[in-house]
C-alpha cells in the first residue's frame, strides 16, 4: 500500500483558499450544496470536502465542481506556458546570440561530399 501522501503547508493553504473560492462562487450564485453535487455528479458530503480544501479528493472531482460553477475555464490557464514567467525566462536565456542559415546538401559551394 502507498504512503499517504502529505502536502506542503503553502499546497494546504492553496487548496483551503480553492475551497473558500469555490463556496463562495456557489454562495454568489445562490445555489444550494445538493444542486452543485448534482451536478457534479458527485455526493453532498464530497463537496463539502472539496470546499474545505481537502487534498485527498481528486483533482477531476475538483474540476467537475468547478465546472457546475461554471468556472472550469481557470483551470485550464492553471499552468498555462504564456503565463508561466520562470519558464519563459529560462527559454529566453537558452536562446542562440546569432542566427545562422545551414547549408543544404546539393547547393552550389556545398563542400561536403554525398
Not at 480553492?18 to 453532498?44: H, K
Not at 463537496?47 to 485527498?56: C, F, K, S, V
Not at 460553477?69 to 492553471?78: C, E, R, S, T, V
Not at 536562446?95 to 563542400?111: C, H, N, S
Request: proline content about 5%; hydrophobic content about 45%.
Amino acid at each position: 500500500m502507498p504512503t499517504p501522501h502529505r502536502p506542503s503547508i503553502a499546497a494546504q493553504r492553496a487548496l483551503r483558499k480553492l475551497g473558500v473560492d469555490m463556496r463562495d462562487a456557489r454562495l454568489r450564485r445562490r445555489l444550494p450544496a445538493e444542486v452543485v453535487a448534482q451536478r457534479a455528479f458527485t455526493s453532498r458530503p464530497t463537496l463539502q470536502r472539496i470546499e474545505a480544501g481537502d487534498h485527498r479528493v481528486g483533482i477531476g472531482i475538483y474540476a467537475a465542481v468547478l465546472q457546475a460553477l461554471g468556472l472550469l475555464d481557470g483551470l485550464a490557464m492553471i499552468a498555462d506556458a504564456a503565463r508561466d514567467s520562470t519558464g519563459l525566462a529560462l527559454a529566453a536565456e537558452e536562446l542562440p546570440k546569432r542566427a545562422r542559415l545551414l547549408k543544404r546538401r546539393g547547393e552550389i559551394g556545398d563542400d561536403r561530399q554525398r
